[in-house]
């Protein structure tokens, strides 16, 4: 990892002072470098058994996406990237990544929604470079996501497209834990449940305040989780499982 980030920042302070093609083959070196820290993560992933680790132990990341639509395999985008980290049930509010996603023409509808400007949107870096950061801000964490479909989505097919490689880091949504502190309650959108948790919300539809809301809610659960004396992932998964024989 650390010679993975010396060669970007290598890269950065160089920028202007090469000639173009001395330039380029630094990037590429360092796009390489990328490409082969995720691989390593990949392979670190299915040799890592989280779902034997005490909850309270297991490194999450909590991330939303603004996207442009939501069918990426008919061209939709990624507008921006939200998310925070956590440890157990701790938010480490100090540990977030933000970024917005270059695109040329954003829809309206979705500026509207988002509060994103196109120019802002012109001006930021692109995707290709925008998913390798992020992937190293996640690290080997297991993903958690608000209708984490959607999100899956997005990064099964970015990742495959910018890198070449299968998306294969474990992610939850956050239905997996609320079906077992409160499997009476039909919640579905964010909004209804930060309503029913009591998480306010001042701005929606902002990746990064999703994100910091998204977190809340799932620490809830995590903590409501332990009170019923789950203490590891694979033992809410044996209790879902059994809940759907049983159904």
């Known amino acids: ?3 993975m980030n010396n060669m970007v920042q290598l890269v950065k302070q160089l920028s202007g002072k090469l000639s173009p093609s001395v330039y380029t083959s630094l990037q590429q070196q360092s796009a390489a470098a990328r490409h082969s820290q995720l691989r390593q993560i990949q392979r670190e992933l299915k040799k890592d058994d989280v779902l034997e680790r005490p909850l309270s132990e297991l ?4 991330f939303d996406f603004e996207t442009s639509g939501f ?6 985008s990624i507008l921006s990237i939200g998310a925070v980290k956590m440890k157990g049930d701790e938010i480490l509010e100090k540990e977030t990544f933000y970024s917005t996603v270059y695109s040329e023409n954003p829809p ?4 509207r929604l988002t509060g994103l400007t196109k120019e802002e949107l012109n001006d930021s870096k692109p995707l290709s470079h925008v998913l390798p950061t992020f992937y190293e801000y996640i690290g080997k964490s297991t993903l958690v996501a608000h209708h ?3 999100e899956k989505r997005f990064m099964s097919h970015a990742t495959w497209q910018l890198l070449r490689t299968t998306f294969v880091h474990r992610i939850l949504d956050t239905s997996f834990l609320t079906k077992v502190v409160h ?3 039909k919640l579905v959108t964010l909004d209804e449940c930060c309503r029913h948790y009591q998480i306010p919300i001042h701005v929606r539809h902002h990746a990064m305040e ?3 809301v998204t977190a809340k809610l799932w620490q809830k659960n995590i903590r409501f989780a332990k009170e019923l004396g789950y203490e590891t992932l694979q033992e809410i998964y044996t ?3 059994r809940q759907h024989r049983s159904t």
Do not use: T, W
């Not at 490194?59 to 909590?62: A, E, L, T």
């Not at 069918?71 to 939709?76: A, N, R, T, V, Y």
């Open 59 to 62: 490194p999450f990341v909590i």
């Open 1 to 3: 990892m650390d010679m």
């Open 183 to 185: 499997p009476s309650l």
């Open 210 to 212: 999703d994100a910091l």
């Open 239 to 241: 209790y879902l499982a």
């Open 108 to 111: 309206e509808d979705v500026l």
């Open 71 to 76: 069918s990426p395999d008919k061209g939709d």
């Open 148 to 150: 984490a479909s959607h």
